[in-house]
Structure formats: C-alpha cells, structure tokens
C-alpha cells in the first residue's frame, strides 16, 4: 500500500474520445506529479503541482490537460490522443515541491491503449 | 545535455548477490535515489544517496562516487521477488529528477 491510488488501471480509447485519469493521495503531501512511462525509456516529467498551483509543464501536447482541486487529487484529461500517448501514466506525490530533493511516492498508473 | 546510463537488462541466480550500475551526466548534482518497480506496479524508493560511499539496508545496499558521477545498487541474498525493473535518478542542480530507463533483473532459480 503506498498511499497513492489511481484510477482506472487501464483505459482503451479512441483517437476521437474524451477520457480523463484520476490520482488520489493519502499521505498528506502537497506536490503531485504526473509522468509518462514508455517501454524501455525514462520517465517523462509531464506536470507538477505544488499546493495546487502548477509549477511545470514540460512542454506537453495540449491534448493533455491537469486539473488539481486540491492538494489530495489529480487528474489527467484526455482528448483527441495519438497512438504514441500510449503509455504507462503514473502520478506521484511528494510533500513539496523540491523536485528531487523529496522522496516521491508513486500509484500503480494507468496502463492507457489508443487505437 | 543530462543523462543517465544503466544497463537495460541482467540475470542473477537465486541466491548470489548482483551489482547493477548507473553512470549520470547532471547540470550540478544533488543526490541520487534508486527505486525498484515490480512489472505493473508502482516504482517504490529504496535508497537515496547524497554523499559518497555505501549504504546499507538490509540486503540492498547503495554506493554514490561524486567525483566519477557513478553509482551502483547491490543486491545480496537473491530472492526470486527480486525480479524488478530498478530506476536510477539524479538530481541536478535545480533539483530537478534525471531518470534512467530502467534496469530489468531476471533471477533465475
């Protein structure tokens, strides 16, 4: 149990669906990640949220869009994706933003197929 | 630019120990974390270095060597468990996390 949920675990969509990924956190943390995991490369730092502001956006689609309501969740939506989006999407939290300073604690992801 | 180098894949036995390196390239540097990550799971911390030398936990033990931006993970008393994917990441100057792809070790019984 690592305190870090994500739903769901996998997702098959359409290059024209809408779809949104969700992270929770039970840890109390107030900085909240999300990266890309491709097979067999590093993991791309997509955004940061610190205290529900975002701190970084590394130059990601805008097909990507996070939302933070608040210090505990996360979401990740959708829309009108590639098949190169296909990945393993993970959240982390940490408690601030002090990038690699603090040990991060990640979900399980979101295993996500676009067809 | 940042980088950072580990091997992609090695095989150990049951039972010996293995040492997988990772070799990085920072802007500054400012620690060193490994994390281990089970096929479909969620990558978990194992260690974080700042200062040279080796630490240990446990079975797993980490070696940091600033002056030849270099690192190592051991793995004594191989467990069939084991069997992970193990990430290398420094941080660079703005702390920023540099990751590596990832190592993938196969135990073998």
């Known amino acids: 149990e690592t305190g870090v949920t994500q739903t769901p675990r996998h997702l098959v969509m359409g290059m024209t669906n809408k779809k949104s990924l969700k992270c929770e956190q039970h840890?109390?943390?107030?900085?909240m990640y999300w990266y890309k995991q491709s097979a067999k490369k590093p993991l791309e730092l997509m955004f940061v949220?610190?205290?529900?502001?975002?701190?970084e956006n590394n130059s990601v689609p805008s097909r990507f869009s996070p939302e933070c309501p608040n210090s505990s969740h996360l979401f990740l939506h959708l829309h009108t994706l590639q098949p190169e989006d296909s990945a393993l999407y993970l959240c982390?939290?940490?408690?601030?933003?002090?990038?690699?300073?603090?040990?991060?604690?990640f979900g399980p992801g979101t295993r996500l197929t676009v067809l | 630019g940042q980088n950072i180098d580990q091997p992609t894949e090695m095989t150990a036995t049951e039972g010996a120990i293995v040492q997988i390196n990772c070799t990085y390239q920072?802007?500054?540097?400012?620690?060193l974390f490994w994390y281990q990550q089970h096929a479909g799971e969620a990558p978990t911390f194992l260690s974080y270095?700042?200062l040279d030398g080796l630490e240990e936990k446990g079975r797993f033990s980490s070696f940091l060597s600033r002056s030849k931006g270099y690192s190592y993970l051991l793995l004594k008393e191989l467990q069939m468990k084991d069997s992970a994917s193990y990430l290398c990441?420094?941080?660079?100057?703005?702390?920023?996390?540099?990751w590596g792809a990832g190592t993938k070790l196969i135990i073998k019984p």
């Open positions: 982390a939290s940490s408690p601030e933003d002090s990038g690699g300073a603090d040990t991060q604690y």
């Open positions: 840890l109390g943390h107030n900085a």
């Open positions: 949220y610190n205290f529900k502001e975002q701190t």
């Open positions: 920072t802007s500054g540097f400012n620690g």
């Open positions: 270095n700042v």
């Open positions: 990441a420094a941080t660079d100057s703005n702390y920023q996390l540099i």
